[in-house]
T-cell receptor
Framework: EAGVTQFPSHSVIEKGQTVTLRCDPISGHDNLYWYRRVMGKEIKFLLH????????ESGMPNNRFLAERTGGTYSTLKVQPAELEDSGVYFC???????????FGPGTRLTVT | QQQVKQSPQSLIVQKGGISIINCAYE??????FPWYQQFPGKGPALLIA?????SEKKEGRFTISFNKSAKQFSLHIMDSQPGDSATYFC????????FGKGTKLSVKP
């Protein structure tokens, strides 16, 4: 069974540019989560999809971040315009319906210069 | 309080020794406590998890001890091996995962 995949693995962009991160969850997992780890800090929750619906987006830092999950399969996280403080590693995780077990992807390392 | 406090920040253990990582929480509504293991360049991998109605869970060399009254839980790695060298995160779940800051474990041969 394929795990959670994320693309790209690394992205370096300039302040003010736009970046889109993609996450493909484990097939059949209804729950999809986005997390972020800023250098030296803990991994922090951003938002949670159940199928195509946003269940909880309380962790989204501001309106420069837009997450979508059209069709309830893969998800994208767009940052527009990017700021220096957006640098970090963005993780996606997925889980089955009614399961607590979340499986993480390898992450996308975003560097904003 | 939505924090999970993890200690130590780093840990060096000799091969064959016991590694112990501790976490504490405040929110009694948390109902699931997983530990994740992360190797460089990889995502966190679920290692072992416990529910608050259980005081201990063991899987191979890995054991979680859970003290509900003290609101603390810990990971014990018995017979630590160099391959266990990684960053370990504790977490607590209430809707979404709240993570500790991580412990970098180095097991010396």
């Amino acid at each position: 069974e394929a795990g959670v995949t994320q693309f790209p693995s690394h992205s370096v962009i300039e302040k003010g540019q736009t970046v889109t991160l993609r996450c493909d969850p484990i097939s059949g997992h209804d729950n999809l989560y986005w997390y972020r780890r800023v250098m030296g800090k803990e991994i922090k929750f951003l938002l949670h999809f159940v199928k195509e619906s946003k269940q909880d987006e309380s962790g989204m830092p501001n309106n420069r971040f837009l997450a979508e999950r059209t069709g309830g399969t893969y998800s994208t996280l767009k940052v527009q315009p990017a700021e220096l403080e957006d640098s970090g590693v963005y993780f996606c995780a997925s889980s089955q319906q009614l399961s607590y077990e979340q499986y993480f992807g390898p992450g996308t390392r975003l560097t904003v210069t | 309080q939505q924090q999970v406090k993890q200690s130590p920040q780093s840990l060096i253990v000799q091969k064959g020794g016991i590694s112990i990582i501790n976490c504490a929480y405040e929110n009694t509504a948390f109902d699931y406590f997983p530990w994740y293991q992360q190797f460089p360049g990889k995502g966190p991998a679920l290692l072992i998890a416990i529910r608050p109605d259980v005081s201990e869970k063991k899987e191979g060399r890995f054991t979680i001890s859970f003290n509900k009254s003290a609101k603390q839980f810990s990971l014990h790695i018995m017979d630590s091996q160099p391959g266990d060298s990684a960053t370990y995160f504790c977490a607590a779940l209430w809707g979404n995962l709240i993570f500790g800051k991580g412990t970098k474990l180095s097991v010396k041969p």
